[in-house]
T-cell receptor, first 109, second 117 residues
């Protein structure tokens, strides 16, 4: 079993829909990262959070440490949000990361 | 914001060639950089941790003699794939935290797509 599991693996939605991507992990962590990987491969760090909720524009990330679960939400989704979204956790308290399989999001106009 | 520049963005070369990939931190000093590999439709896998001024730390199953890492300065880490073969074809990407220790957002390069013929 992977240490980090994401669902769904693929998600297709219409523009404007509210999107939720889930991440569960099996190890104790001090923080969780949400990343966005563009079609060309480049990766952008969206959030790093260790408790509660963070918001940036239309993106919201939440984490429940007790339940070892995090969610990434996108409000008013847009085709430019189409990308692979990846959650990652630090391994063994170090800065190196273990990654989920990613969720491929496609937003159709 | 912090930027990590990775070069080249893609390489196509013949089997047996050695390929060097560079990763530079442009506006901060990176004492640590991480190198990852990603095969199609798969997640990123950590290959090694590059430490400025000391030997890299390789993950289990990664051949250190095949994937040479050099971190000679606080702004540059290089990954050399020696005697590359078709099975080394993959997407290689680096990342660096702003400073060592603690939880930090990672700043990623744009990646290098390597194709070995």
């Amino acid at each position: 079993k992977n240490e980090v599991e994401q669902s769904p693996q693929n998600l297709t939605a219409q523009e404007g829909e509210f999107i939720t991507i889930n991440c569960s992990y099996s190890v104790g962590i001090s923080a969780l990262h949400w990343l966005q990987q563009h079609p060309g491969g480049g990766i952008v760090s969206l959030f790093m959070l260790s408790s509660g909720k963070k918001k940036h524009g239309r993106l919201i990330a939440t984490i429940n440490i007790q339940e070892k679960h995090s969610s990434l939400h996108i409000t008013a989704s847009h085709p430019r949000d189409s990308a692979v979204y990846i959650c990652a956790v630090p391994l063994g308290g170090a800065q190196k990361l273990v990654f989920g399989q990613g969720t491929r999001l496609t937003i159709n106009p | 914001g912090a930027v990590v520049s990775q070069h080249p963005s893609w390489v196509i070369c013949k089997s047996g060639t050695s390929v060097k990939i560079e990763c530079r931190s442009l506006d901060f000093q990176a004492t640590t950089m991480f190198w990852y590999r990603q095969f199609p439709k798969q997640s990123l896998m950590l290959m090694a941790t590059s430490n400025e001024g000391s030997k890299a730390t390789y993950e289990q199953g990664v051949e250190k003699d095949k994937f040479l890492i050099n971190h000679a300065s606080l702004t540059l880490s290089t990954l050399t794939v020696t005697s590359a073969h078709p099975e080394d074809s993959s997407f290689y990407i680096c990342s660096a935290p702003l400073w060592a220790g603690g939880n930090q957002p990672q700043h990623f390069g744009d990646g290098t797509r390597l194709s070995i013929l």
